[in-house]
C-alpha cells in the first residue's frame, strides 16, 4: 500500500557491532550534502512498527533482525528533498537492534540486495565528524555511553513556521 507523501511514520535500526554503527551512506542531490541514515524505512499501513522494521531490514541487508528497546523518536518537519515537494512530516522510532546473525560484507561495505544501499560500519569514534541524520539523533548516540538515557523524543521545525 502507498504511505502519504506528506507525512510518514518511519522505523530505524540502532544497529551497533565492535564498537562501529551499521548507516547507510547517501548524498542529498537537492543540497548537495553527503550524510548517513540508519536502515529502517517506512511503515505500512495497518503494519507494526516491529513487523515493519523486520520488513526492512531484510529487503535492505537481506538478514533478520533481533529487535530490543525503543529508545528514540524524532519528529521532524522539512522541506522536502526536491524542488517541488511539499513540506514533510515524519516521525520516526529508533529501536536497539542486532542482526541474527553475521551480514555479508566485502572490504567494508555491507551487501545490500537493493544498488541504491551504501551501508558501512561508522566507528563511533568517527560520529562527531559525521553528518548522521537527524542531528538530534546523532547527539544522542554520542551521549549514550557516558549517560544511559530513558527513551527520549525530539522535535524539529526547519520550515521556520
Known sequence: MPYNPQRELIVRAIVVFNGALLVNQAH???TREDYCAL?????DPAESCIAAL???F????????????MCFVSESIYHGRRREDSVRHEV????DAAPAGPLQETNGVVFS???KMNFRWLPLTELANT??????????LMNRE????SPRYVFEDSTGS
Open 28 to 30: 542529498n542531490k537537492n
Open 39 to 43: 536502515p529502517g524505512g517506512h511503515v
Open 54 to 56: 523486520h520488513r526492512e
Open 58 to 69: 531484510c529487503e535492505e541487508l537481506d538478514a533478520e533482525l533481533q529487535i530490543g528497546e
Open 92 to 95: 520516526v522510532f529508533y529501536f
Open 113 to 115: 540486495p537493493e544498488e
Open 131 to 140: 553528518n548522521l541524520l537527524p542531528g538530534a539523533l546523532k547527539e544522542f
Open 146 to 149: 557516558s549517560s544511559p538515557q
